[in-house]
C-alpha cells in the first residue's frame, strides 16, 4: 500500500528512494523501478544501522510507525516524518460500532501525513512489479492447467485464521460454481487446502504451498475473480484491477484496510461484512483465535451469497 506514495515521491520530487522491508516482503519491491535501492531486516541489526547510517539520509519516511522503525529513525538522527495511524479511533470503534471512523483509506492518511512535502496523490492506485521469469514460469504453468483466462483465485491465506475464508465455504462454493478455480495460500494454509479438497464435490487445482508470492501475485494478475479474506493478495488484486469478493473476519474495511482501486479502474470490490454482529470488529489487523469461540463472523456465510455478489447462478458441476 506504500506503493503510490513511493511512485509520486520519485516523478514528482525526483527523490532517490532507499527501502527498508522484511525480507519475506523483499521481492514485492525489488523490481519497482520508483525504488533505488532496498534494504532488509534481518537478524544483525548494528550492520544493517551501520549501512544505513553511511548513506546520510535527508528524511526519513516512517510509513509502518512501529517500535522498531521508531528505533531505526532515532538510530539515523535525520528529520523524519510519519503519519496518523487512527489507533486511538480504531479501538473506540471496536468498544463502540458506532463510532464513526469516516472510511478513509490508509492510502489518503500517508498522503496527509507528507502534506508538508506538498505530495499529490496522482490516483493512479497500486502497483507491483513482477519480473519477466516469473511472469514467464506463470504463463507456462497455467498453460500447462488450461487455465488461460477466466478463472477464479480463492485465497486460503492469512496472516491470522481469523482474517482466512474458511475451508468450509471455499469447497461449499466449489462444488456450487462451474469455472476453473486456482487455491491459493502459504505453506501455513496447508492443511486447510486439503480440508476444502476434500469437501469439495469436483477437482480444483490446489496451489497452496507450489508458488512463492510473486508467482502467486501472478497468477492473481490474469484472473477473473478473487475471494478473499482481509489479506496481501487482496491488495495484490486491486492493483492488478481484478474484480474480487472479500470475506471480512474479525476486521473491518472501516479500519481503511480496504481493496485500493487506482480513480480510472475497472475492477469492483464487493465485501461480506458480519455487521450484525455485537462482537465485530474484534481486531484491526487480526487475530489468532476467536475471543467469543464461535468464529461467526466467517462461518456464517453461504456460497450463494458469494456467487450473487459476483451475478453468478449457483450451478452444481457434474465433474468428479
Not at 484496510?257 to 489487523?285: F, T, V
Request: hydrophobic share 35%; net charge positive; charged share 20%.
Amino acid at each position: 500500500m506504500i506503493s503510490p506514495a513511493i511512485r509520486c515521491l520519485k516523478q514528482q520530487l525526483s527523490s532517490t528512494i532507499h527501502l527498508v522491508c522484511k525480507t519475506e516482503y523483499s521481492a514485492t519491491v525489488m523490481h519497482n523501478p520508483h525504488i533505488d535501492k532496498v534494504y532488509t531486516l534481518g537478524s544483525n541489526w548494528p550492520h544493517l544501522m551501520g549501512q544505513l547510517k553511511s548513506e546520510q539520509y535527508d528524511l526519513i519516511i516512517d510509513l509502518h510507525k512501529t517500535m522498531r522503525s521508531f528505533r531505526m529513525r532515532t538510530g539515523l538522527k535525520a528529520p523524519a516524518i510519519s503519519f496518523d495511524k487512527k489507533s486511538l479511533s480504531h479501538r473506540l470503534h471496536m468498544v463502540l460500532p458506532a463510532f464513526d471512523l469516516a472510511g478513509e483509506h490508509v492510502i489518503h492518511r500517508i498522503f496527509a501525513g507528507l502534506k508538508d512535502l506538498r505530495l499529490v496523490d496522482d490516483e493512479i492506485g497500486m502497483e507491483v512489479y513482477i519480473d519477466d521469469a516469473t511472469e514467464q514460469i506463470i504463463e507456462r504453468r497455467l498453460n500447462d492447467l488450461n487455465m488461460q483466462q477466466g478463472y477464479t483465485v480463492i485465497a486460503l491465506g492469512g496472516s491470522h485464521p481469523t482474517k482466512r475464508v474458511p475451508a468450509a465455504l471455499a469447497a461449499e462454493y466449489i462444488s456450487a460454481s462451474q469455472e476453473h478455480i486456482i487455491l491459493l495460500g502459504g505453506k501455513d494454509t496447508i492443511d486447510e487446502a486439503r480440508e476444502v479438497m476434500d469437501r469439495a464435490s469436483r477437482y480444483v487445482h490446489n496451489g497452496v504451498g507450489q508458488y512463492s508470492l510473486l508467482e502467486s501475485f501472478a497468477i492473481v494478475k490474469r484472473c477473473g475473480h478473487i475471494i478473499t479474506g482481509d489479506t496481501g493478495l487482496m491488495h495484490f488484486a486491486a492493483a492488478a484491477d481484478r474484480n474480487m469478493v472479500v470475506v471480512y473476519g474479525s476486521t473491518s474495511p472501516a479500519f481503511g484496510m480496504y481493496p485500493y482501486y487506482g480513480k480510472h479502474a475497472s475492477g469492483r470490490a464487493h465485501y461480506l461484512c458480519p455487521d450484525q454482529l455485537g462482537c465485530w470488529p474484534c481486531s484491526k489487523a487480526g487475530r489468532p483465535t476467536c475471543p467469543k469461540k464461535h468464529m461467526n463472523c466467517l462461518h456464517q456465510w453461504k456460497a450463494e451469497e458469494i456467487i450473487s455478489k459476483i451475478n453468478k447462478e449457483p450451478k452444481r458441476n457434474s465433474q468428479a
